[in-house]
């Protein structure tokens, strides 16, 4: 019986040009003007950072 054998890796210049474009849209949009909002990448986990004051 064959077998197929599937592989799956994350291209890192790919993931930092997604995690910059994101940083970008963010750094436009209007409802985020005036907030130190950003994408960090830090040992393989993505957080979204954003200061809100309540």
Not at 2 to 25: F, G, M, T, W, Y
Not at 28 to 34: A, E, I, M, Q, V
């Amino acid at each position: 019986m064959p077998s197929l054998d599937i592989k799956s890796e994350i291209d890192s210049h790919e993931l930092l040009n997604a995690i910059d474009q994101a940083n970008r849209v963010i750094s436009n949009r209007f409802d985020f003007k005036g907030k130190d909002s950003k994408f960090i990448l830090d040992n393989e986990e993505i957080t979204l950072a954003s200061q809100e004051e309540f």
